[in-house]
């Protein structure tokens, strides 16, 4: 029983399928199934049910599979770290809000190309929650986010402040009697702003005709130009997006009128010189 044998059984796992587990790594079949028998023949137990359209995990296999994840994830992490403990070099994989993607990182990642131009950066954008949890998943190493949860394995640092803006087309007052006859756009459900605009809407007791939900920062804006509705979104975006001034903005008056923004990390991660020199540039 080796390493090699959890990685034949971890993928057999993934495809569901013996085959097409041989074909993602190169192997030859027998060669597969011999693997995965030897781990059975170790753990004295059966570990996949066989039947024709490919195979299934048995109790002990589900629980074999949360061990073979955190292993090949430990020889992942131990190749990285070993390769570029001393250079930065090979990806560097962070998340970030759209509004902070668009308008916070680019000066950030081009500071950082310029100086590690070898290494490659693989940005992923989605809310605030999604993030986390992706980082929390060891799926990122990292993320800039409008909300850090109170979570023991979270590191976090503050980066910047956003100033937080209601917007509505130029021609028309942001006043309460108007917005409770508009649709709001807003992110996805999970963004850390949306969240914020709905507690304040019900603070001030007004009940928006409707949601209107977009993924996209320009669509949001767009159709905030176009009169479809009100948004909320930091200062810097609108000044960004808005350099011709068709949209009216409003401070938001409350708690939530400035908001931080945190680059999130696990403490628990290895931190390899690609990672390290990137958080020198935002501390």
């Not at 680059?263 to 690609?274: E, G, L, P, W």
């Amino acid at each position: 029983m080796n390493l090699q044998d959890f990685v034949a059984f971890y993928m057999v796992a993934q495809e569901k399928s013996i085959s097409k587990a041989a074909v993602r790594l190169n192997f030859v079949q027998s060669n597969v199934t011999a693997k995965i028998k030897r781990l059975e023949v170790e753990y004295e137990t059966q570990l996949f049910y066989r039947h024709r359209n490919g195979v299934t995990l048995t109790h002990a296999g589900e629980k074999l599979l949360i061990y073979a994840e955190k292993m090949i994830q430990l020889l992942n992490e131990s190749k990285r770290d070993i390769k570029y403990t001393i250079l930065p070099g090979g990806t560097l994989k962070i998340g970030a809000m759209e509004t902070a993607a668009a308008v916070r990182l680019p000066n950030i990642l081009s500071n950082y190309h310029t100086k590690y131009p070898e290494v490659e950066i693989a940005l992923q954008t989605n809310s605030t929650e999604e993030l986390t949890k992706k980082v929390l998943l060891h799926e990122l190493e990292g993320a800039f986010v409008a909300n850090c949860i109170d979570d023991p394995a979270l590191e976090k640092i503050e980066v910047f402040q956003e100033e937080m803006m209601l917007l509505s087309k130029k021609s028309l007052l942001l006043d309460h009697k108007y917005m409770e006859n508009q649709s709001f756009i807003v992110f996805q459900s999970g963004c850390f702003y949306r969240k914020v605009l709905e507690e304040w809407l019900l603070s001030e007791g007004i009940v928006p005709r409707k949601v209107m939900e977009l993924n996209s920062l320009d669509g949001i804006i767009g159709c905030v130009k176009a009169g479809l509705g009100v948004s909320i979104l930091p200062r810097e975006v609108a000044e960004q997006f808005d350099s011709h001034q068709e949209l009216v903005r409003k401070p938001l008056l409350n708690e939530n009128r400035f908001i931080p923004t945190y680059f999130i990390y696990r403490k628990d991660s290895v931190k390899t010189a690609t990672f390290n020199e990137f958080i020198r540039l935002l501390v």
